[in-house]
């Protein structure tokens, strides 16, 4: 039997949870469940892939079913996190739902939201560019929109949305629930809590800048022009999927291009693509119709796919903070994974930042990790076909391992 029936959820609700599999609650679903269905406003932290989308889909859903009237917006700062959550939520309705829904995102025409719009959705999920044009359009009220949720509001922020979101706030009543998710929260979030939150729970589930605990973490100092074969060394000695973090746009097309022309199945996703195009890639990379994807930042954030074993950092990220969120694409939902750094001397003060993140005690210092003789892949070319000569010996480099237990994130 299902752990969620000791929360005050609809029968309705219960029964679909069983049917796709939600049987345990992690630990922020555990914490913001209970005051989330008693109408308090929330202000919650969590690494990725702990399970937010239920710790506030489940009480938003509890409330549309068990009322007639009122409606929820949900605020992400992209469309591929948007996307996702929608299919979430959608499979949290059950196939017997009645409570219509719109996704609002850039990037897709604006006809089909309409028609969405026109049927008078209750559940609302969006990005803030896009649902904001629709409201100054007059296509989309939220006069009744008592359920707010603003998920990675760190990165909104970050990607300057905090313009549209005040004046999207005001399209809202001034009495409602709001709950508000972010990985990190500086000062900006502390503000804007005290400003749009009233009495908020507060909500922090481990350390929002650790790793998670069963990620085997490497790193390898190497010069720009060998990152190439290097990455095609990694590629072949490791089994399953891989997503291949880079800095530009143009550098991941031109990444999984000539990985393409080397017999490795890649794919590339970044800013310019269309959303029809983005959403394919994806997909093609869910279904595992390629074993690599290469990716810019737009990658790091809200990308659920259970089955990616590897993360390699052929670029580090612009921000620290984006370096915890490109390594939480792997090890989901409980499962091992692995993350590989190449550090060029162009990128040692990127690294420190890095390393000050993860460990401020030690600021100044370079990685805490302890040498150790890396632990072997079984060989497999580009193709995903076994090796078929021998792989010669990697040298060393430092590696730390993070052990630790494991935890079921549902969504």
Do not use: C
């Not at 710790?55 to 996307?83: D, V, Y």
């Not at 990658?299 to 939480?328: M, S, T």
């Amino acid at each position: 039997m299902t752990e969620f029936k000791k929360f005050n959820l609809t029968p309705a609700l219960l029964e679909t949870l069983t049917a796709i599999g939600y049987m345990t609650p992690t630990p922020i679903q555990e914490q913001a469940i209970p005051p989330a269905l008693e109408g308090k406003d929330i202000l919650g932290s969590a690494q990725t892939g702990t399970g937010k989308t239920a710790a506030f889909g489940l009480p938003l859903i509890t409330k549309l079913q068990t009322s007639h009237r009122g409606s929820a917006l949900i605020l992400t700062p992209t469309r591929e996190l948007a996307s996702q959550v929608m299919d979430v939520l959608r499979k949290m309705l059950g196939k017997y739902n009645t409570i219509q829904t719109a996704l609002l995102i850039g990037g897709e025409s604006m006809g089909p939201q309409f028609i969405q719009l026109r049927n008078r959705p209750r559940l609302i999920v969006g990005t803030p560019g896009r649902v904001f044009d629709h409201l100054e359009r007059g296509t989309l009220m939220l006069h009744d929109a008592g359920f707010l949720v603003l998920d990675e509001t760190d990165r909104m922020l970050d990607m300057g949305f905090s313009i549209q979101l005040e004046k999207i706030l005001k399209f809202l009543p001034k009495v409602r629930q709001t709950l508000l998710f972010s990985a990190t929260m500086p000062s900006n979030i502390m503000q804007l809590s005290q400003k749009y939150l009233t009495n908020p729970v507060r909500i922090e589930v481990g350390s929002t800048v650790a790793t998670a605990q069963n990620i085997d973490l490497s790193y390898e100092h190497v010069d720009s022009d060998k990152k190439y074969s290097r990455l095609t060394e990694e590629l072949n000695q490791r089994e399953g999927t891989i997503i291949v973090f880079v800095k530009t746009k143009r550098g991941a097309e031109r990444l999984a291009f000539k990985l393409a022309r080397q017999k490795f199945s890649a794919e590339a996703i970044h800013g310019d693509l269309k959303q029809s195009a983005r959403d394919r890639v994806i997909e093609g990379f869910r279904d595992k119709k390629y074993r690599i994807l290469v990716a810019t930042d737009i990658a790091a954030r809200g990308l659920d796919i259970p089955h990616i074993e590897h993360v390699i950092n052929f670029d580090l990220p612009q921000a620290p903070e984006d370096y915890i969120h490109r390594i939480g694409r792997t090890a989901r939902a409980g499962a091992q994974g692995f993350a590989i750094s190449f550090i060029s001397p162009e990128d040692m003060l990127k690294w420190r930042e890095i390393q000050r993140m993860l460990n401020p005690k030690a600021a100044g210092a370079p990685a805490q990790h302890e040498p150790r003789e890396p632990k072997p892949h079984r060989g497999q070319a580009g193709n995903g076909a076994e090796g078929d000569k021998p792989k010669r010996r990697r040298r060393p480099f430092f590696r730390r391992k993070q052990g630790g237990g494991e935890q079921r994130a549902s969504a």
